[in-house]
């Protein structure tokens, strides 16, 4: 298991950016299938993207051109870049990751199991 800590996220306009990152510890994150989740109040949570230990990405349909999905070995962290965001794009951001096989990972349906702690974002 890794332990995940997220940070980056923030209150900003609607077409602004924002990029999230997500520290790991315990491991290193290349072995596993990374992910972000979103959850906003009242509603369940939602795949945002994922990315394979091979490096394929994957993004759900609303972030899709928008949201860049991204790792770095070096610091053992990962980003989620998040260009023309919408008010619609508020809710807690999660990063996830799992020991998943590959077509698990980039539909983002795998089961990840270790959860970081979330970063809110807020878009007006």
């Known amino acids: 298991h890794v332990q995940l800590v997220e940070s980056g996220g923030g209150s900003v306009q609607a077409g602004g950016s924002l990029r999230l990152s997500c520290a790991a510890s315990g491991g290193s994150l290349r072995k596993y299938c990374l992910g972000w989740f979103r959850q906003a109040p009242g509603k369940q949570r939602e795949w945002v993207s994922s990315i394979t230990t091979s490096g394929n990405a994957n993004y759900a349909d609303s972030v899709k051109g928008r949201f860049t999905i991204s790792q770095d070995d070096a610091s053992n962290r990962l980003y989620l870049q998040m260009n023309s965001l919408k008010p619609e794009d508020s809710a807690m951001y999660y990063c996830?990751?799992?020991?998943?096989?590959?077509?698990?990972?980039?539909?983002?349906?795998?089961?990840?199991?270790?959860w970081g702690q979330g970063t809110q974002v807020t878009v007006s």
């Open positions: 996830a990751a799992g020991r998943l096989v590959w077509l698990d990972c980039i539909s983002g349906s795998g089961e990840m199991a270790d």
